[in-house]
Structures are given as C-alpha cells and as structure tokens.
C-alpha cells in the first residue's frame, strides 16, 4: 500500500494550470519534508519544489520559481502544488517524495540540498502523475 498518492495530472495548452495533490498516509505523515520531483524518460529526476513543514519553509527549482506554489493542508495530511503559465518543458511525470529529517536540518537547508535530502533519504514516494503541456 502506497503511503504517498499522487493525483490532478493530466493535459493542457501553454499557459494553462493544474494543481497535484500528494495525499500521505500511515508513515508517511510523520514525514517534514515533502517534495515534488519530475522526470522524463532517459533523464534523472529533478527537484521541482519542497517544503519543510517544521517552518513551512519552502524551496523551488529555479525554473519553476514564480509559476509554481507549494502549500500543504495539514488537516488533510496532503501537499498540494499549483503550477501556472505551464510550458511544454513542464511536461514529465511528477512524482512526490518525504523525509523525516532533524530539525537542525530543516532550519538551515538549501534549495539543493532539500532536494538532495528527499532524493537521497526518502522512504516514500509516490507512483506518479503524469503533467502533459501542448504548445
């Protein structure tokens, strides 16, 4: 059983919007920081955005900074993010991580190494979503 579940993929035109949904279950909501992450066949997996909830910190890819937004529902144990002016090179499968990491941590992380941390340490992940954006 999938602690961590994906949903609101689909197709849409440049500059349109969708919203993904990460859902957490059982372990998977002890976890403080939770990310998204997409990939395309033949490339490795890339951060997109993260949140460290001990603060609600935040971390986004330079590419997505400023069309993207990543907020959580606490009450709902889900993580949303809102991607807006979508563009052809959004498109990949995007999937959604978490880590249960120190608070020391949390506090003084990077971008990079938030990224790093959740690639590198999550126990969960998510089966994917995938996001398709037509010129």
């Known amino acids: 059983q999938r602690q961590l579940v994906e949903s609101g993929g689909g197709s849409v035109q440049a500059g349109g919007s969708l919203r993904l949904s990460c859902e957490a279950s059982?372990?998977?909501?002890?976890?403080?920081?939770i990310g998204w992450f997409r990939q395309t066949p033949g490339t490795e997996r890339e951060g997109v955005a993260a949140?460290?909830?001990?603060?609600?910190?935040?971390y986004y890819a330079d590419s997505v900074k400023g069309r993207f937004t990543i907020s959580r529902d606490s009450a709902k144990n889900t993580i949303y993010i809102q991607m807006d002016s979508l563009n052809p090179e959004d498109t990949a499968m995007y999937y959604c991580?978490?880590?249960?990491?120190?608070?020391?941590?949390?506090?003084?992380?990077?971008?990079?190494?938030?990224?790093?941390?959740?690639?590198?340490?999550?126990?969960?992940w998510g089966q994917g979503t995938q996001v398709t954006v037509s010129p």
């Open positions: 991580a978490g880590a249960k990491i120190p608070d020391w941590l949390g506090l003084q992380m990077t971008t990079s190494e938030a990224f790093g941390v959740l690639k590198d340490e999550s126990k969960y």
């Open positions: 949140i460290y909830t001990g603060v609600g910190k935040t």
């Open positions: 059982g372990e998977a909501t002890r976890a403080n920081c």
